[in-house]
């Protein structure tokens, strides 16, 4: 199966006051097509950094980016993040408070005619078993419903590559454990691509086809459940 991301040691640095602060370093993973990748890891060992790199907003300071044979990033190319065909579910990502469900997820559907753009929104609310929602807002979701929202919202777009950041840390633990299942199957559903980052183990190995543990901006192992359907 081909890979559809590929990191060949890569190296991530903020600029701090004293110059610049590797956060992260010769960090390679490849993940074929498809597959659900995790990234598993204390907080501040460089999980979010990493899903920035991939999304392109933060430069590579060393090393390379792919999304299949495509260079994304190095210290001599940066595709702008709108041209990357890369999405995102952060969990501090809010929906959008005054527009309703199908409303946020359209938003990224704007430049569709009426008609593809609705019939789409309705593919998508139906993916997360919401087809009854549209018409309601956030305020009128409970919180695991309004991640379902938000997961269909990255996904109308279709994205070559899902970056989900912690989507379910806000969430009570029963809908937590309910929702990576029901997340998982979205995703296998739709053939979808995507890297999950995490310090939850459980939901790492509930979630993910394979697994990455970091420790201090580096990958440890990258290990393949890869044979799982
Ligand atoms: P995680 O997502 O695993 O909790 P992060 O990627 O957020 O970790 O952070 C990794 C390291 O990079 C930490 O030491 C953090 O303090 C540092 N860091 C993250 N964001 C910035 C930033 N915008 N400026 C400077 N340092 C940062
Ligand atoms: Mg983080």
């Known amino acids: 199966m081909s890979s559809a991301l590929r990191l060949e040691g890569v190296r991530i640095a903020y600029e701090g006051a004293r110059g610049l602060h590797t956060a ?16 598993l890891g204390p907080s501040g060992c460089g999980k979010t950094t990493v899903l920035r790199a991939i ?3 933060e430069p590579v300071r060393a090393g390379a980016i792919f999304l299949g044979e495509l260079p994304l990033s190095s210290p001599t190319t940066h595709v702008p993040p709108e041209q990357r065909r890369v999405g995102m579910m952060f969990q501090e990502y809010a929906l959008f408070p005054h527009l309703n469900a199908t409303q946020n997820v359209g938003f990224g559907l704007r430049r569709l005619a009426r008609e593809e753009r609705d019939a789409k929104v309705a593919a ?3 993916l997360v078993g919401l087809q009854d929602a549209g018409e309601r807002y956030p305020h009128e979701l409970s919180g695991g419903q309004q991640q379902r929202i938000a997961l269909a919202r990255a996904l109308a777009p279709a994205p070559a590559l899902l970056l989900l950041d912690e989507p379910f840390s806000n969430l009570d633990s029963g809908t ?3 929702l990576t299942t029901e997340v998982r199957e979205i995703l296998k559903a739709a053939g979808q691509t995507a890297v999950l980052v995490t310090h939850n183990e459980a939901e790492a190995h509930a979630m993910a086809d394979r697994i990455g543990v970091m420790h201090n901006g580096r990958l440890a192992r990258w290990s393949g459940q890869a044979e799982r359907a």
């Open 24 to 39: 992260v370093d010769n960090f390679s993973m490849t993940l074929e097509a498809g597959r659900i990748g995790c990234l």
């Open 176 to 178: 937590r454990e309910r």
């Open 124 to 126: 998508m609310l139906a």
């Open 55 to 57: 999304a392109g907003f």
